[in-house]
């Protein structure tokens, strides 16, 4: 017989046997399911995590090209077009800057773009076209409502610009719009090229490297082909190789898919080698027939890659929809928005993994499988696992007990990873929900709110000078009853030239320990392009902040004070401000240095003394943009004193306390606002919610680890009380043959399995309360937004459903044993 | 008194069956092995009968529920075979008095000590199975069948491969048995044992079981 046929009886005797292991197969299938459903969850979010990474991080360089250059003459964009390794080539022609006056300071440029360039600049129009006639325009509908005009095709905007020093205006038809993304610093406005060509405009080409060059050297010799001069071009390619260490070192899904193949690895192997003793006679039975060793392993691989072929597919696709359920929860970060992936050729990771799994889980068991010997396969066996017997004497226990302990030890191997599996399921699951329900709410909103509402305009940056409006509804809101306390905050940015004393500090502070903060920073170019920028000519942005009524106090509680004193007499005569300053973990190094306190600064040309550095609450400047990628230092003013100084600028974000009968019509009047204006506020129910989904981004896949290990140690010791079961069938037999009754077999079999569930709960319980009261408390202890809460409710809801399943499963396994025999008899009776 | 007159379709075999045991009654079968199961399921009253009925000391033995079957066993018969093993973990003591712990009696130390004697288990109650020879572990296998005064033994293929004085041994022992406790014993095995003095014997033909005299007449006649 050749080595590759295998003979037909053999064939038929493995049909049977595929037969006769439905519910082996059934088994591996559920496993083989479970196993890839967690790879491609796990797979799926972190794609996610890096596609959202790599698109906040271009959304903040403006451009999804690789190389922007400006002021490119008209003959060379041909010949940079047909560049050897340029992919792709938008070409753009600057008009000017927008100058209308409802836009404030909001970067909004007036160009000609083809549409390749307008799509490196997230800014193609998704509803209409790219204007051709030179009275159309494609806009954003953020820089559209802020003109006062909603997004429809044909409506007219006027536009306002400055050319040579004479402002222009002009009426335009509106034929194109998107929505524009709030990562982007600048908004474009996009006219036709016959328009922008009346301009006398410099050309400007964003290009797409070929992804297998190096862009950094490619842009070298671009600039010396081209002869570019400094300035005129600039790399905006980020790095992935700093994104994807950031993804990488998120050690919760290396853990979640160490469980997971652990996990796998453990159940397939136990229900391969428990199907492998319970087929013993079946190989012995094949090997007598002539098969040879290698005949056997491939009818059981063959076996095994046909389950695979049925539940890895199904299991990739649970996975899949699972997976992008999860996304939007799950990722963590600070993004505007969580934008979800699609990509199918990531599904060949886990495809990978869970072969790998299935392969690695019965390579052995299946090479032992082929050496089994003809006259072993038949013999009975009586032993179990085949280990020694030993002694033992339980005395006055009952003889049922007995014997059902005697059992347990005879298949201790097929119960330990089951008991081991629950253990650690039950730990875990108790573990992760002490810390889920010790997350303080109270501790939280301390943190996140500073009072009961907050109202934000509908542009919070440095730049864009407050809404008048807001200032409108300041004093509507502020007079309204039941208004117990309130605030308003300012915010006015621009460069100043940093005195040398505290770049000095900065410098040594981001670049000592070999420049490891500064290798950190690395993944955000822009923030990097402004620290040169200040290491080059000590240029930084200031960011000047007005503050009054309820944000005062809440930056002066004595929690926040890193140096100085704060007085708040001396604050409001407008002689001092306040400098933020990041407390660090271990003391005055790890700080970010700013000035120091009793320092002299100049703001707008007036002098100012630092009064104390603070911790500035994190709520005061959340959802506020900053137009140098963080890189600024911030300083804070008595409103008034602001007033004076940025007597054009209006309040950002207004914050108001309310008595509690007022809640629900405040709400409504805020609801209203926002619909109307734009603005978006911020309620207690809205942060309860945040948080809430934090905690569910923190401890969600953990709890899933959790239950996915109890649910696989239930299925282990399901299987391993079941085949056991399968197994021994013909000593029950000889049993009742001796005087057992039923009744006493079936009580025998739950002692077993009730012996089993009572080891892993009795273990659970003494290893959970020491964990829970050692190391968790430990860990909660040290968490700002977390008070310790004691709590075995899982193990206790659990408890009972562990008993009912240890009950119930060896009566149905047993009922199906005899149904079985009665079945086979009466086909041998036909 | 055991008595079976039944057929069984086993096998597709008809299996002609008239048995009758009186107590204290030896029933010595020749079997040939392709029989073995049918023969010794339908005895036992495993085997479900196409037609029969059977009793034991008058109450009904055949077409009763498993678990009825089962106390029946644990309390008026006994199955000696070697396919019906002894516990692993307990000790001879214990197996033989298992059905004790089945029903959830006491011990009956005081009986025990007749069947230490009966059936030479002076130095083997303490011992675990797995330290037993073959004819030890028959040894007890017997004892266990005959515990607490059994009306019917049935005993399978136990001396097989015995040597003749080791069968003889056996034979002597369950004679002791059969007229202390007064049982009704059924041998099944597999040769022909003559040296043996039973009080009835029955052989197989064409898958009828006739008895030793009548089959002996035909033989002549042939």
């Known amino acids: 017989m050749s080595n ?21 197969n059934l088994l591996l299938i559920a496993i083989i399911v479970l196993c890839s459903t967690f790879y491609s969850i796990f797979t799926i979010i972190p794609y996610n995590e890096y596609k959202n990474l790599e698109r906040y991080t271009q959304h ?84 559209l409502r802020k003109l006062g005009v909603s997004p429809q095709i044909g409506n007219t905007v006027t536009i306002v610009w400055n050319e040579g020093g004479e402002q222009f205006k002009a009426e335009f038809k509106v034929v194109g719009f998107w929505n524009d993304d709030d990562e982007l610093e600048t908004r474009y406005i996009w006219v036709s090229k016959n328009f922008a060509k009346s301009y006398k405009s410099g050309n400007t080409v964003g290009i797409k490297i070929d992804d297998n060059t190096n862009v950094t050297d490619e842009l070298e010799k671009i600039v010396k082909d081209f002869d570019l001069q400094d300035g005129q071009y600039y790399l905006t390619q980020i790095n992935y190789c700093s994104i994807a260490v950031e993804i990488l070192l998120d050690f919760t899904t290396w853990i979640a898919l160490m469980v997971v193949f652990i996990i796998s690895v453990l159940m397939l192997g136990s229900v391969q080698q428990i199907s492998i003793s319970g087929n013993t006679a079946f190989y012995g039975r094949l090997k007598a027939m002539g098969a040879e060793e290698k005949q056997i392993r491939r009818v059981i691989w063959k076996e095994l890659w046909l389950v695979l072929a049925v539940s890895l597919p199904i299991g990739l696709i649970i996975g899949w929809y ?4 999860l996304v939007p929860n799950m990722i963590r970060g600070s993004f505007s928005y969580v934008e979800l992936y699609y990509n199918i050729c990531i599904l060949i990771i886990p495809a990978i993994l869970t072969i790998i799994t299935v392969f690695i889980s019965n390579f052995k068991k299946i090479i032992d499988a082929g050496k089994i010997d003809i006259e072993q396969a038949f013999k009975y066996k009586v032993n179990g696992d085949n280990e020694p017997i030993r002694e033992k004497k339980y005395p006055g226990f009952p003889i049922l007990f007995q014997m059902s302990m005697d059992n347990l030890s005879r298949y201790k191997k097929r119960s330990r990873i089951g008991i081991l599996l629950i253990i650690i399921g039950l730990v875990w699951i108790s573990s992760f929900y002490v810390i889920n329900i010790s997350f303080d709410e109270n501790k939280y909103l301390a943190v996140t709110r500073i009072s009961d509402y907050s109202l934000n305009s509908n542009d919070m940056s440095d730049d864009a000078m407050g809404s008048a409006s807001l200032e409108e509804y300041a004093d509507f809101l502020f007079g309204h009853e039941g208004i117990t306390d309130h605030g308003k905050l300012y915010l006015q940015g621009y460069d100043e030239i940093l005195p040398e004393k505290v770049s000095n500090r900065i410098v040594n502070y981001y670049e000592s320990n070999n420049r490891e903060r500064l290798k950190y920073m690395s993944y955000d170019p822009v923030w990097i392009q402004q620290y040169n920028q200040m290491k080059k000519n000590g240029k930084c942005r200031y960011q000047i902040w007005g503050i009054d009524g309820l944000v005062i106090d809440a930056i002066m509680e004595q929690g926040n004070l890193i140096s100085g004193t704060f007085n708040k007499d001396e604050f409001m005569t407008g002689k001092f401000v306040i400098a933020q300053g990041i407390s660090g973990d271990e003391g005055l190094d790890e700080e970010e240095p700013t000035y120091e306190v009793g320092e002299k600064i100049l703001i707008s040309g007036k002098e100012y003394e630092i009064m104390a550095i603070a911790d500035v609450p994190y709520s005061i400047k959340q959802n506020v943009k900053s137009s140098s990628a963080g890189f600024e230092l911030s300083f804070f003013l008595p409103s008034k004193e602001f007033g004076s100084l940025f007597p054009d600028t209006n309040a950002q974000k207004l914050f108001f306390n309310i008595a509690e009968y007022a809640d629900s019509s405040i709400s409504k009047i805020l609801t209203k606002i926002e619909q109307d204006q734009g603005f978006t506020f911020t309620s207690d129910n809205q942060i309860i919610q945040q948080y809430h989904n934090e905690v569910f981004a923190q401890n969600g896949v953990e709890m899933l680890v959790g239950y996915a290990l109890i649910l696989a140690g239930m299925v282990q010791m399901g299987n391993s009380i079941f085949s056991s079961i399968i197994n021994r069938k013909k000593e ?27 080891i892993s709960l009795i273990s659970s319980y003494i290893l959970g309360l020491a964990i829970i009261n050692f190391f968790i408390k430990f860990y909660i202890s040290s968490q700002w937004a977390m008070t310790y809460n004691f709590s075995i409710s899982p193990m206790l809801i659990l408890t009972p459903i562990l008993l009912i399943f240890a009950i119930v499963l060896p009566m149905l396994a047993y009922r199906w044993v005899i149904n079985q025999e009665m079945h086979i008899q009466s086909l041998e009776g036909e | 008194m055991f008595n079976l007159r039944g057929i069984t379709d086993k096998e597709k075999i008809i299996l002609d069956m008239k048995l009758m045991v009186e107590r204290e009654e030896i029933c010595y079968i020749v079997r040939n092995n392709e029989y073995k199961n049918a023969l010794f399921s339908a005895v036992c009253g495993w085997e479900p009968m196409a037609a029969g009925e059977g009793s034991l000391n008058g109450r009904k033995w055949l077409n009763i529920s498993l678990d009825e079957k089962a106390i029946q066993f644990r309390r008026t018969a006994g199955i000696a075979s ?32 007749k069947y230490v004697t009966i059936f030479f288990l002076d130095k083997l109650s303490e011992k675990q199975p797995k330290e037993l020879s073959e004819c030890q572990y028959a040894q007890v296998l017997l004892a266990r069948s005959f515990w607490k005064r059994k009306s019917l033994v049935i005993i399978d293929g136990l001396f097989d491969n015995m040597l003749e004085e080791e069968r003889d041994e056996f034979i002597f022992m369950i004679r002791n048995a ?45």
């Open chain 1, 732 to 758: 029950f037999f000889l049993m009742s043959r001796i005087g057992m009754t039923q009744k006493q077999i079936k009580i025998m079999l739950i002692l077993e399995s009730l012996t089993c569930i009572a």
């Open chain 2, 178 to 222: 059969v007229q202390e406790f007064h049982t009704s014993v059924i041998i099944l095995a597999a040769k022909d044992c003559t040296h043996f003095e039973v009080n009835k014997k029955y052989l197989f033909c064409n898958g009828k079981l006739i008895p030793q005299k009548v089959f002996q007449s035909i033989i002549r006649t042939i």
């Open chain 1, 4 to 24: 590759k046929e295998v003979p037909s009886a053999v064939q038929k005797l493995v049909h049977r046997n595929f037969k006769t292991n439905k519910g082996k």
């Open chain 2, 82 to 113: 070697r396919d019906y093993k002894l516990f692993s973990h307990m000790n001879c003591k214990r197996n033989i008095m298992i059905s004790d712990e089945l029903d959830g009696d006491r011990h009956d130390f005081k009986l025990y000590r």
């Open chain 1, 60 to 143: 903040k360089n403006g451009t999804s090209a690789d190389i922007v250059i400006n002021d490119l003459k008209d003959e060379q964009i041909p010949r940079l077009k047909a560049w050897d390794t340029c992919t792709l080539l938008g070409e753009s022609l600057f008009v000017s800057e927008a100058e209308n006056e409802e836009l404030g300071n909001q970067d909004t440029e007036i160009r000609y773009a083809d549409n390749e360039y307008a799509q490196f600049f997230y800014s193609f129009p998704t509803v209409g076209n790219m204007p051709q006639a030179e009275d159309e325009i494609a806009i954003g509908t953020k820089t």
């Open chain 1, 322 to 325: 699972t997976g992008y359920k």
